[in-house]
């Protein structure tokens, strides 16, 4: 148990609509990440927060947006969804996230489903 | 643009030989790397890491080699164990931000 927890594990839902996903990092981190994999690739990143600050951002989609409120858990809102959109969701954090030797924890992942 | 490839989609190793996990990269800026390892139905776990300054970190059962003049880098397990199987991702970043690049992972199955 890496103390990331993510909700809900999964989530089945149908073009168009919009979904959020959230994260609680563990306990005395500052900063989390979303990653995207979809059907045989790897992780991609899509965007880091620190402190309730946008610190860094990756390919994500203009329809998806983020945030992490003042108690740390984030939530990554995915809109107007299509069938590509289907995919696991990883949330990672670590203490800092300004060093490259700042560990990231994962969580166990939310898996969407978009029919 | 995959800046990150591993180009073995899957191995497997006998119990108690060793397993080599190979990734590629083309991005010279990237100065960190690392290796997690992924069950199912869980998330990536980090496994290890090296620094570009270093060409070998060794943890344990794990050693990461790092080939920064043919941008390459491999994981050895040695000896490996059932325990091991799992996907392992290589991932690499640069500077002084979080932004991990991910390879698409490497589905190692040890036999016992």
């Known amino acids: 148990d890496s103390g990331v927890t993510q909700t809900p594990k999964h989530l089945i839902t149908a073009t168009g609509q919009r979904v959020t996903l959230r994260c609680s990092p563990r306990?005395?981190?500052?900063?989390v990440y979303w990653y995207q994999q979809s059907l045989d690739q790897g992780l991609q990143f899509l965007i880091q927060?620190?402190?309730?600050?946008?610190?860094a951002k990756g390919n994500i989609l203009e329809r998806f947006s983020a945030q992490q409120f003042p108690d740390l858990h984030s939530e990554l809102n995915l809109s107007s969804l299509e069938l590509g959109d289907s995919a696991l969701y990883f949330c990672?954090?670590?203490?800092?996230?300004?060093?490259?030797?700042?560990?990231?924890?994962f969580g166990p992942g939310t898996r969407l489903t978009v029919l | 643009d995959q800046q990150v490839k591993q180009n073995s989609p899957s191995l497997s190793v006998q119990e108690g030989r060793i397993s080599i996990l190979n990734c590629d990269y083309t991005?010279?800026?990237?100065?960190?790397f690392l290796w997690y390892k992924k069950y199912p139905a869980e998330g990536p776990t980090f496994l290890i890491s090296?620094?570009?300054?270093?060409d070998k970190n060794e943890d344990g059962r794990f050693t990461v080699f790092l080939n920064k003049s043919a941008k390459h880098l491999s994981l050895h397990i040695v000896p490996s164990q059932p325990g091991d199987s799992a996907v392992y991702f290589c991932?690499?970043?640069?500077?002084?931000?979080?932004?991990?690049?991910f390879g698409q992972g490497t589905t190692l199955q040890v036999k016992p």
């Open positions: 090296i620094s570009s300054i270093k």
């Open positions: 991005n010279s800026m990237f100065d960190y």
């Open positions: 927060y620190y402190n309730g600050e946008e610190r």
């Open positions: 990672a954090s670590s203490v800092e996230g300004g060093s490259v030797t700042d560990t990231q924890y």
């Open positions: 991932a690499a970043s640069v500077g002084n931000t979080g932004k991990l690049i």
């Open positions: 306990s005395g981190d500052l900063s």
